[in-house]
């Protein structure tokens, strides 16, 4: 999943007051901007400052129940304040929290998740949990760049859109990347400005395996051969595999044959998973290990369980599960995925690994897997959460669930139904730092009877 944008409100922009104003700084928003209030008591939301800071600032953009602004000056700084590692910390839209702390962007994560839990689930867990880090930099293996033509600049821009999503971000570098796609972007920016098609693309997405790293070019319209050979040749030059997007998700295809498999390892669970360019996948490997580990430690099973895993993707969490259980079923949206799981539980031998399709917004009372009858639940939904299949879930008999979540807003509406409608306990809460130095919060909950 890519880092969050700033929060954009309905703006009135004519006769914006932009005279620089001193305001002192009350708290961090959920996306990374300081809170204050000016003197009318309207909060403002800015952008580069801390809790605890008196910055000068100057307006952004206003609506009736908030303004926007942006740090200008910071005369009396936060201890918490640090050098932001990026050149491009500021205008890139891509991390924003490169001026905190680590520890302290671990704990305002923190505060975030809990504050959730209790102000929209009326829940709060029993034990907060110590926060799963790993490297904070160079770790995003997949993402998205925008591309655009600048003609102002004479050159093509390829990167994160700015914080004003208006805009393409001209980048030189990013160090949250991996490093094999962070340290190319000048090159990426040369080779789409060359290309005779270079209007006609407005994105390129990259994705790293362990042993291949792919980059899928989206085109609106056919690339002449001399672009596909400058393609090509980028793509040997700088060890990617190139493919190529010239309609929706199913056109995607590589531009030379053969193209190298795209897979990761997961070693403690002797489990290999192939993927496709497009798919979705965890964009921290490291933090992804640990959070399997964490989430089968919270699970406790057993050899004879029946575990269900719900959201399942390509199988992170249902092929592991199935090296230490009797059997899991693992149900996803995506046709498409469903059948790379499949396929990655034949490579590694798991005949104990089933997998459905199925929509988990829509009803799936009648559906077979539902009442198959399970000892343990874990999922994995997207942003807007669970709620409409944990209402259809026969839950009387699964003691134990662990929920990972993307968003703590849905986790913590979920949370309230489980607890307050359903008879669990949250028994344990706490954050997985997938995206350092962005205001993302991943979330890991455990719920028992």
């Not at 801390?50 to 600032?57: C, F, H, I, R, S």
């Not at 932001?84 to 500021?90: A, D, E, K, Q, T």
């Not at 968003?407 to 489980?418: E, V």
Request: proline share 7%; hydrophobic share 40%.
């Amino acid at each position: 999943m890519p880092a969050p944008l700033p929060f954009r409100s309905s703006r009135h922009v004519a006769r914006l007051d932009r005279t620089p104003f001193q305001i002192q700084i009350l708290d961090l928003s959920h996306d990374g901007r300081g809170v204050a209030r000016r003197e009318d008591g309207k909060a403002v939301f800015i952008a580069g400052a801390l809790p605890g800071e008196t910055v000068v600032a100057e307006l952004t953009a206003r609506s009736r129940r908030f303004d926007e602004a942006r740090t200008l000056e910071v005369l009396e700084a936060s201890p918490d304040r640090v050098l932001p590692r990026c050149p491009h910390f500021g205008t890139c839209g891509g991390c924003v929290l490169q001026h905190l702390d680590e520890a302290r962007q671990i704990g305002a994560k923190q505060q975030v998740l809990l504050e959730n839990l209790e102000r929209i689930g009326k829940v709060h867990p029993g034990e907060v949990l110590p926060p799963l880090t790993a490297g904070s930099w160079g770790y995003r293996r997949k993402g998205r760049f925008s591309v655009r033509r600048v003609n102002k600049k004479d050159k093509t821009l390829v990167g994160f859109r700015e914080q004003d999503p208006r805009f393409v971000a001209d980048l030189q570098e990013c160090h949250t990347t991996i490093p094999e796609i962070g340290m190319k972007v000048v090159a990426l920016s040369a080779l789409v400005d060359g290309l005779q098609a270079r209007e006609s693309i407005p994105q390129i997405e990259f994705i790293a395996g362990d042993d291949a790293i792919a980059l899928t070019v989206r085109h609106l319209v056919p690339l002449p051969e001399a672009d596909r050979a400058a393609l090509a040749a980028f793509g040997r030059e700088h060890g990617f595999s190139i493919f190529l997007q010239p309609k929706g998700l199913d056109s995607v295809h590589p531009l030379e044959e053969p193209a190298p498999e795209l897979s990761f390892r997961l070693p403690q669970w002797n489990v290999e998973l192939a993927f496709q360019p497009l798919d979705f996948i965890q964009v921290n490997a490291r933090l992804n290990e640990k959070m399997i580990a964490r989430a089968l430690e919270m699970l406790d099973t057993s050899p004879d369980h029946r575990v269900l895993d719900l959201f399942c993707g390509l199988g992170n969490f249902t092929l592991p599960l199935a090296r230490q259980v009797r059997e899991v079923v693992g149900v996803e949206g995506d046709p498409g995925l469903v059948a790379r799981a499949r396929a990655n539980a034949e490579r590694n031998g798991l005949a104990n690994a089933r997998f459905f399709a199925a929509d988990l917004t829509q009803d799936q009372r009648g559906t077979p897997w539902m009442r198959q009858g399970f000892d343990r639940l874990l999922l994995d939904p997207p942003r807007s959460g669970a709620e409409e299949v944990l209402k259809q879930l026969p839950l009387q008999d699964i003691d134990r669930i662990v929920y990972v979540s993307c968003h703590p807003g849905s986790l913590a509406r979920d949370a309230g139904f489980l607890v307050n409608e359903r008879g669990y306990r949250l028994v344990s809460a706490g954050v997985m730092d997938m995206f350092p130095h962005t205001a993302h919060v991943e979330s890991i909950a455990l719920f028992e009877r």
